[in-house]
């Protein structure tokens, strides 16, 4: 290196050697591009760039943010959805029952009712056949005991022998009755 | 060498391949002052070519990018994710400024060597990868004594826990390679690759120009043929090492002002 310098010098200038003026220019030259493209210029495409770092993730995240709140709704609607479900499920089960509640209810209350009115009815028949017993007996006894003063031609004024006559007849008349049916 | 020497003699002329006098420039104009060079004219082209390339890409940058502002925008993140991250980490945006400044204005200089015209890298004069060169090595030891303190960052440099018989091999090594050998280095491996290049350039295109016009000859028109293509091949590979020796320059900055900024051991 050294000897190829020297043979070099030799012809010449030495390239090994700087001349001083293009140091001075070099310095200049290296200084002018430093202020200007390092401290004016590189600042500002840096903040771009940071800038624009900001917005991309910035704009990730807002998008993050919609979609998380997307599904939170989503959650909430299924969520209110399936408690409406459940609810009417509930509602429907309740009528239901009620339902088969009134139904039942209206049948015994019906039964009742149908069971008063059969008993009210036999009761009332009962009593009117006592009624028209009675005074069938009462007419018969007379009617008999009539026809049979007519017949007999005398007078039973008597009333308590009378009624004992009539009822003698009467019970006669009854058991001949029964024992026709047996 | 000596068979285009000898082909070239056979045509009548003698051909002289170029040498260093490639690199020796006379004041611009008659008359100017001696200062006023080509390479000096080119380096102050390049620095405000520089900034103009800036200025149109990152003057009113906006946040959906248009035009040069894309383009400036992959050299920045080039420069970030391949040179400033690897070496700086979170300090990586911190010292942008200073890298992509360097890494353009490095590779605007060495594209003037294809330039039509121009056809001349600024850094094959080595006073300007120097003034680059020492303006990272006295970074760099300013952030060291700053950040390491002034005694600790010469004593972090060296790797502490080895047999004591090493050091004595290790300190002047270590020593010698951070403050000596790595700023030489830094400047020579960007002058000598633009140097070479340039030379090479010259060479062929010579070759080229000399057998196929200057002194046109049957037996030498192939090796003009060969000159021009090879100038062709060897400009696409000086396009590439033209972008790796910026690269390469700017990446090692990183590497001096991490090592400035912790101890690498």
């Known amino acids: 290196m050294i000897t190829a310098a020297s043979v070099l010098a030799a012809e010449g200038n030495n390239p090994l050697i700087p001349h001083t003026y293009e140091l001075v220019v070099g310095v200049f030259s290296f200084l002018v591009v430093v202020l200007v493209v390092g401290k004016l210029l590189v600042p500002r495409i840096q903040q771009t760039l940071a800038e624009r770092t900001d917005l991309i993730e910035g704009g990730l995240k807002r998008a993050e943010d919609a979609q998380a709140e997307a599904k939170q709704t989503l959650d909430a609607y299924k969520s209110q959805l399936s408690e409406a479900r459940q609810e009417a499920a509930r509602l429907r089960e309740e009528a239901r029952e009620q339902g088969a509640q009134i139904i039942a209810q209206m049948k015994e209350q019906a039964q009742v009712e149908a069971r008063r009115i059969v008993e009210n009815a036999q009761a009332q028949i009962e009593q009117e056949r006592t009624q028209a017993l009675a005074a069938l007996r009462a007419e018969v006894g007379a009617m008999s005991v009539e026809l049979a003063g007519r017949v007999v031609g005398e007078s039973l004024e008597d009333e308590a022998r009378q009624r004992r006559i009539v009822d003698r007849f009467l019970e006669e008349l009854e058991s001949a009755n029964a024992s026709k049916a047996l | ?265």
């Open chain 2, 1 to 265: 060498m000596s068979a285009v020497t000898v082909l070239a003699a056979s045509g009548g002329g003698v051909f002289t391949p170029p040498g260093a006098e490639l690199f020796d420039f006379p004041p611009l104009f008659a008359g100017g002052p001696e200062w006023l060079t080509k390479p000096v004219a080119l380096a102050i082209l390049g620095a405000l070519l520089t900034c103009a390339i800036a200025w149109s890409a990152f003057a009113k940058p906006k946040l959906v990018p248009r035009g040069m502002q894309n383009v400036g925008e992959i050299g920045y993140t080039f420069v970030r994710d391949q040179v400033a991250r690897p070496f700086l980490g979170k300090d990586a945006e911190r010292w942008m400024p200073l890298l992509l400044s360097m890494f353009v204005l490095i590779w605007v200089w060495n594209l003037f060597a294809v330039i039509p015209v121009i056809q001349f890298p600024v850094a094959s004069h080595i006073a300007f990868p120097a003034v680059l060169a020492l303006s990272v090595y006295f970074l760099k030891i300013y952030l060291g004594m700053r950040h390491q303190g002034p005694v600790k960052y010469f004593t972090n440099l060296i790797p502490k826990g080895l047999p004591k018989p090493i050091y004595v091999l290790l300190v002047p090594i270590e020593y010698l390679s951070t403050f000596v050998l790595a700023p030489f280095t830094h400047a020579v491996r960007l002058f000598a690759n633009m140097f070479a290049g340039h030379l090479i350039l010259a060479f062929f295109s010579l070759v080229g120009y000399w057998f196929l016009i200057e002194n046109p000859t049957l037996l030498g028109a192939p090796v003009g043929v060969l000159g021009v293509v090879m100038t062709i091949a060897m400009t696409a590979f000086e396009l590439f090492i033209q972008f790796l020796q910026a690269f390469l320059f700017t990446m090692l900055a990183a590497m001096y002002i991490g090592s400035g900024l912790h101890a690498d051991h």
